[in-house]
């Protein structure tokens, strides 16, 4: 089991000090939502978010969206091998149910996340899909009780994806963290929370490139791609 | 160099036989778009495009946008070592330089996509980024030359990724080919267009978790991710 944490999530509600900015105004009218019930997002806040603290870092559901639709898309999810939770800046947790079908539409995605965050769940039956709880990293990290948790960050030590794997599948319920935000790094209380930090590239790479690489390598030295294909001739 | 078309993918203009269609007449109006002018997309348009032919391989952008983007943010990208063209459900190729810089928003990929498709190339000045032909597969197959050509489908022998990737860097501009569509099979002659048919896993996987795969498993079998690992240590 592998358990993935995008964390400081760059996904939130409006903030109350540009509720009356024109931007702000403009885009919750044309949903018919108050600004404090939509989403944050640079497309349309840009203007206004020049005024936040470390605007840079928030503003970008569409990151945690395709992060979102990279892991709960993979073999390793389909296996019931893999625990996806999104930790966002504004410490809340997101709880995802394996099973969940993510809108694959952006705007239906973000109309899903501005329902979770008013009525805490979603959807409104059985099966719950997305549960959010304000709790902080450190907290969520205590609850999933692992021995081995590795942060990918680009001022780790330099480590292959497939090294990385190999220690990861070696502890019962390892935790992967990958950063949802944009820019800049990982506060440092969440590199002080984890067992190692790695960089996998000299570069800074997409959150979604960078779960798809981690969740495929896991798959790759657990040997689930030649299992998975001997079912299908099986099948056949 | 690993050649990676995306094919039949689901990104038209909105035909003429729904122009009138009132969810279209309503998406465009909202846009300040003439309805030719805009593209095809089924979280706007579902109800119109019950009357098209074939739709259920038809109007998901958001595929292509997803697609590009898990290519286009790739190490390989990055090290001028994969080509990305795609073809599309109407017989057009859209030629990718390596270079692009896509929209991160879903709307404004959608604005360039529907400029694109109307200019023919994107944008006005230079460095030119994106340009449309009219092209079927089989004549960007030919223009590329290759000696090797994998299509990735369900329907082809079971391989691993690793495998594929194995015999795609042996040879000098070898091509994969992975569709663009939401569901369906790729057209008979697709799969008659390739060397080989291989099928990676038991299910269908997202045309963006395919390409993630294939394009890391090259960079692997290349040595790429400890080589550019090493150019990080030497930078510090």
Redesign the interface.
């Given at each position: 089991m592998l358990n993935l944490i995008i964390t400081e999530t760059a996904l939130e509600q409006v903030p109350k000090n540009i509720h009356s900015h024109q931007t702000v105004v403009k885009h919750a009218a044309r949903l018919g939502k108050k600004p404090g019930n939509t989403l944050l997002d640079r497309?349309y806040h840009h203007a206004a978010m020049i005024k936040l603290d470390y605007h840079e870092k928030r503003g970008?559901p569409?990151?945690a969206h395709?992060a979102l639709?990279?892991a709960l898309?993979?073999?390793l999810n389909?296996e019931n091998l893999l625990r996806v939770f999104m930790h966002t800046v504004k410490e809340k947790v997101i709880y995802v149910n394996p099973r969940t079908r993510l809108p694959?539409?952006?705007?239906?995605f973000v109309g899903l996340i501005e329902q979770l965050l008013i009525e805490k769940e979603v959807p409104r039956k059985e099966p719950l899909l997305l549960r959010v709880e304000k709790k902080d990293l450190k907290t969520l990290i205590n609850e999933l009780k692992s021995q081995y948790i590795v942060a990918l960050t680009r001022v780790g030590k330099?480590?292959?994806?497939?090294k990385i794997a190999e220690s990861l599948v070696k502890h019962e319920d390892a935790v992967v963290i990958v950063g949802g935000f944009p820019q800049g790094r990982f506060s440092q209380h969440i590199i002080k929370a984890a067992t190692d930090a790695f960089?996998?590239?000299?570069?800074t790479?997409?959150t979604?490139?960078v779960i798809?690489?981690i969740i495929?390598e896991y798959e790759?030295v657990l040997g689930l791609?030649?299992k998975?294909?001997?079912?299908?001739?099986k099948?056949i």
């Open positions: 497309s970008r569409d990151i395709r639709l990279s898309g993979t073999p389909r694959r539409s952006y705007s239906r330099p480590k292959t994806v497939e960089s996998i590239d000299r570069e790479l997409d979604s490139v798809s690489r495929y790759r791609p030649e998975r294909l001997r079912e299908n001739q099948d």
